[in-house]
C-alpha cells in the first residue's frame, strides 16, 4: 500500500469526490507530520543510530530521508519505522533542489552546526501561504555564537574556537516561532554551557522533539512551556523513540465527521492537543466523547452555530486547521469571523470554496463566512496542504462530484488520505484528470489506485 504517486501523476492526477455521503466507523490517526520531519534532522544530532517508530508515509519524509543521504547519513525506511545512522556525516552542505523542495529541510542547520561546527544550507525561500523568513533562527544562532554569512541564497554558518561547540546563551524569540525554537533547542542540546529560550513555541510538536532529544541524552528543561532551558551535553546516544499522534489530521477527520454529520471515532489522539478546536467545536454545537484515553467519537448535530475564529500559536486556534473548520462554518447557521494571524497568506482555499457555493469574502486576514444551506461540487485547486484538505472537507458535504487538483499538496501532508476516507464509506478517487467514470469500488483491504 502506498502513498505515493510519481511527479508526472501528482500533476495530472485529480481526486474525484461524490458527496454527501454519511461516513462511519473508525479512522487510525498516523503520527505527526511535523513531528516527525523535524525528529529526522534532530537525528543528525546523534553520534550513534537511532530508530524512529509511528513515521507518517509522505513525501515530506521521503524528501527529509533524501536530504541526510545527501549528507552522508545512512536512513531506512521500512513502513513506518526509520533507522537513521548519523555516526558519520560526510557533508556540511544541503542541496538547493531538496531544500526548495521541503522548507522543513532548514532545520538541519542546527544539528549540522552542532555536529560539525559548520553548516551551509540554502534559504528555504517563501512558500504559498506567506514569505516565512528565517532570521529568528539566523539571530539565535548568532546568539550562540555562530557566525553567518548569507550568500547568493545559501546561509553559511559556522562556529570558530579550538572545539567548535556553540556557546549556551540567553535568547527571546520576538515571535514564538516554531520552527525556531526547534533550531534553536537542537543547537543547544550539544553547546558549552546553558541556553534559554524565552517566548519558545509551546506546541506539542517542539516538546515530542525535546522527549526525542531527551531520549538521546539531552538535558531540556520546560518544553511545552514559554521558557526552555537546555544544558548542553557533549555527545547524544543511541534511542528508539515512537512520534506522537497527529493533531492536526485529527482535527481535519474531525472536520469530516462533523459536516457530514457522522458519529465517526478516532485513535489515537491526544485530546489535551486538541482542546482550542474541541473548544470551538463545543461552541457551534458539536460534542466528542472519550470512549477510552486515546479514543474519541464525534457527537454531529444536523445544525451548527456560526463562530469566530482567530489563529495563534499553541495552545490557540492552529493556524493548520483553519481551512478546513471554514469549510465546516459555511455551512453553519450565520456569520463567522475567521482571523488568520500566523501566516500573511493563508486563505487561498476562499475562493475555491465560493467556487462550491459558500459565501465568504475576505477583507485583509479576515475572511467573513456567511452559512450557506448546501454547497455543491465543483473543479476546484488545492494551493496548499490545507487548503487542498479544507476542499476534501468541503467535497464531502457537497451535493455532486467535485474534482479536486494540486495533489501533490496533500500526498506531502496526509497518510493514505482516500484509503481512510474510503474506509469511513467516502465515495472518492484518485483518476487521471480527463476520466470522467463514476467511483470504482475498492476493498478497504486492497491498496488504493494511483490512476
Ligand atoms: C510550523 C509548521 C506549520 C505550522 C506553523 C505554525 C512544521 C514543519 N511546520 O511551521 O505546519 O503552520 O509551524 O504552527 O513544523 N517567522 C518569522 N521569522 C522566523 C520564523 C518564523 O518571521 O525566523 C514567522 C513566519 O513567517 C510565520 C510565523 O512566524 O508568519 C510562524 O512561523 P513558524 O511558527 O516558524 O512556523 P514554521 O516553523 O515555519
Known amino acids: 500500500m502506498s502513498n505515493f504517486h510519481s511527479s508526472s501523476e501528482e500533476s495530472s492526477s485529480v481526486l474525484q469526490i461524490w458527496g454527501k455521503t454519511p461516513l462511519s466507523g473508525h479512522v487510525n490517526i498516523s503520527g505527526a507530520k511535523n513531528a516527525a520531519l523535524v525528529v529526522i534532522a534532530g537525528a543528525l544530532l546523534c553520534s550513534q543510530d537511532c530508530r524512529i517508530r509511528n513515521v507518517p508515509l509522505l513525501a515530506d519524509v521521503t524528501r527529509m530521508g533524501e536530504l541526510l543521504s545527501a549528507l552522508g547519513v545512512k536512513f531506512q525506511q521500512h513502513g513506518d519505522v526509520l533507522d537513521i545512522d548519523a555516526t558519520h556525516i560526510s557533508h556540511s552542505k544541503a542541496p538547493y533542489e531538496l531544500v526548495s523542495q521541503l522548507r522543513a529541510s532548514f532545520f538541519v542547520i542546527g544539528p549540522l552546526l552542532a555536529r560539525l561546527g559548520v553548516a551551509r544550507v540554502p ?6 501561504i506567506g514569505a ?15 557566525n553567518v554569512q548569507i550568500d547568493h541564497g545559501i546561509v553559511h554558518a559556522y562556529v570558530t574556537g579550538a572545539n567548535k561547540r556553540l556557546k549556551g546563551a540567553k535568547i527571546y524569540l520576538d515571535y ?6 526547534e533550531t534553536l533547542m537542537m543547537a543547544a542540546t550539544l553547546a ?22 531527551r531520549a538521546m541524552g539531552a538535558k531540556i528543561r520546560g518544553a511545552g512551556t514559554n521558557t526552555i532551558v537546555i544544558s548542553g551535553v557533549p ?5 528508539d523513540y515512537s512520534i506522537i499522534p497527529d493533531r492536526i489530521e485529527a482535527g481535519t477527520f474531525l472536520m469530516a465527521g462533523a459536516i457530514t454529520r457522522s458519529e465517526i471515532t478516532l485513535s489515537p489522539i491526544i485530546p ?15 460534542r466528542t466523547v472519550m470512549e477510552s484515553p486515546n479514543r474519541m467519537r464525534i457527537l454531529p448535530k444536523q445544525r451548527y452555530r456560526s463562530t469566530d475564529i482567530e489563529t495563534l500559536p499553541y495552545p490557540g486556534f492552529p493556524t493548520d486547521v483553519q481551512a478546513p473548520f471554514m469549510s465546516l462554518l459555511t455551512l453553519a447557521e450565520g456569520d463567522s469571523v475567521i482571523s488568520e494571524t500566523v501566516f500573511e497568506n493563508r486563505l487561498g482555499h476562499v475562493p475555491e470554496l465560493n467556487r462550491m457555493g459558500a459565501d465568504i469574502r475576505v477583507k485583509g486576514n479576515h475572511a467573513i463566512v456567511r452559512g450557506v444551506p448546501m454547497l455543491s461540487g465543483a473543479p476546484v485547486v488545492g494551493t496548499d496542504l490545507r487548503a487542498s484538505a479544507a476542499l476534501v472537507v468541503a467535497a464531502l458535504a457537497a451535493e455532486g462530484k467535485t474534482t479536486l487538483q494540486g495533489l501533490q499538496h496533500l500526498d506531502r501532508g496526509y497518510e493514505h488520505l482516500e484509503l481512510k476516507l474510503q474506509k469511513l464509506g467516502a465515495k472518492l478517487q484518485r483518476v487521471q484528470e480527463d476520466t470522467t467514470t463514476e467511483p470504482i469500488p475498492i476493498s478497504v483491504d486492497s491498496p488504493i489506485s494511483s490512476t
Open 132 to 146: 516565512r523568513p528565517v532570521d529568528l533562527h539566523v539571530r539565535g544562532l548568532q546568539a550562540m555564537g555562530a
Open 235 to 239: 555527545s547524544l546516544h543511541t534511542t
Open 192 to 213: 558549552e554551557g546553558e541556553t534559554t529560550i524565552e517566548n519558545a513555541a509551546q506546541e506539542p510538536e517542539v516538546a515530542d522533539l525535546a522527549n526525542f532529544c
Open 176 to 181: 514564538p516561532s516554531v520552527g525556531a525554537t
Open 123 to 128: 534559504l528555504p525561500g517563501g512558500c504559498s
Open 272 to 286: 489535551d492537543h486538541l482542546t482550542a478546536i474541541l473548544s470551538k467545536m463545543q461552541e457551534i454545537g458539536i
